[in-house]
């Protein structure tokens, strides 16, 4: 009677603890403890991380001092309070940036934050160069517009146009006509190019104000119906 009594409870406490939820805790040798799922574990390489708010995060082994997990409880802790603003400034620097707009990049303010807010900060608002030149592949301008300068894609739709404009007032078949769809097809191929161009530098540009705080200069191409004006920005 003993035995089967024994038996019992070990399966009701496996059933009690499978009910619980985990969490993978991720010990780096700066400090900093990042709290979520690892989704990639690459031994001796890197690890990546999907954090509470959706954020995916890359590490490597060099700078991990160890793993562990924790139950998931509903008591909120001052430093998940940090973490949870910084996930709510990060989704509204994306509903900005969903707009376009020809004002430079806009961060919040970097004091105070640790390396970990920092790279997420990042990785929530950085943009993808592949989307770049997909968009301008398929949708002339469409590449500059998810940079952040659509007014330059507007100048690249514009030569493609001019040059087939010319080429189809050409006597057909003829060489001129070649000539000018040749134009055509390298300003499509230039467009590509500096849509994934334009991606970088904006990451590039992101990644300095967050890390080191460097001062934004950028000049910004901006249409008008009579033409197209230049911008300079420098902020501080």
């Known amino acids: 009677m003993e035995k089967y009594f024994m038996i019992i409870l070990l399966v009701c406490s496996s059933i009690i603890f499978s009910q619980k939820n985990y969490q993978d805790v991720v010990h780096l040798k700066n400090g900093d403890i990042i709290k979520g799922v690892i989704i990639e574990n690459v031994p001796n390489s890197y690890i990546r991380i999907e954090l ?42 994306q509903q900005q940036q969903q707009q376009p707009s020809a004002q430079p990049i806009q961060t919040p303010t970097n004091t105070g934050l640790t390396d970990a807010q920092k790279m997420a900060l990042y990785e929530s608002q950085k943009k993808d160069p592949t989307t770049a030149g997909v968009l301008s592949f398929f949708i002339s301008s469409a590449g500059h517009a998810y940079a952040g300068n659509w007014g330059k894609g507007l100048l690249f739709l514009g030569g493609k146009i001019a040059c087939v404009y010319i080429a189809a007032n050409m006597t057909r078949g003829s060489t001129a006509q070649t000539i000018w769809l040749i134009y055509a097809l390298l300003v499509a191929i230039w467009e590509i190019a500096d849509a994934v161009g334009e991606v970088q ?7 300095n104000n967050i890390n080191s705080g460097l001062p934004n200069f950028g000049i910004h191409i901006i249409p008008y119906p009579s033409g197209a004006g230049l911008s300079l920005t420098y902020n501080f």
């Open 52 to 93: 509470m708010g959706g954020s995916i995060l890359t590490y490597k082994y060099e700078d991990i001092s160890k793993f562990t997990k924790e139950l998931v409880t509903n008591d909120v802790t001052e430093k998940e309070k940090t973490g949870n603003t910084i996930i709510m400034q990060q989704q509204q620097q």
């Open 201 to 207: 530098r904006y990451n590039a540009k992101l990644y």
